[in-house]
């Protein structure tokens, strides 16, 4: 019972934070000052990323306790051992993405420009920032629906597996 209420928690953290970026957070962007949303993404940033982690923690941990505790094997034979296989894909798959959104996407939304820049760097600046922006919006968007199939892969586990 332990171990299956900290797999809910997690993935309910996870695709809960996941839904919350795409259908609450980028959407609020849009209608926020230029100059505020700089700040604002780097602390919804921050507790998204923080967040996120913990509760793939939580889903790896607790997977793993409640796969070996099961009465089944994880063999690729069973439709079971086919699904686990699969969730354990999409989990290093959601890692992924989230070490590409924490090292590479989001540090790339806060370019720093010195006051004495021409207008071609602030441009060129400008662009960067752009393109960090679109490459972030994509990255959120595989995050959700990762989350939402991994989500939905754990569910058929109580009827014997999807796969």
Known sequence: MFWSFLH???WSTYVGGALVMELVWRPAQEAMPQSQIAVACQW??????WTAAVALAL????????VLRGDERLTWS??????VTALIVVWLAMSVVLATITFSGHPG???RMPPDATDAERDAAREQVRRA???MDRLL???LL????????GATLHSGGAL
């Open 146 to 153: 990762l989350a939402l199939v991994g989500a939905l892969l």
């Open 59 to 66: 889903i790896g941990i607790s997977g793993v306790a409640m």
């Open 44 to 49: 919804m940033g921050r507790r998204y990323r």
């Open 133 to 135: 922006i679109s490459r």
């Open 78 to 83: 069973t439709p079971w051992g086919r699904t």
């Open 109 to 111: 939304l806060h370019a």
């Open 141 to 143: 968007r595989l995050d």
């Open 8 to 10: 809910v928690l997690g």
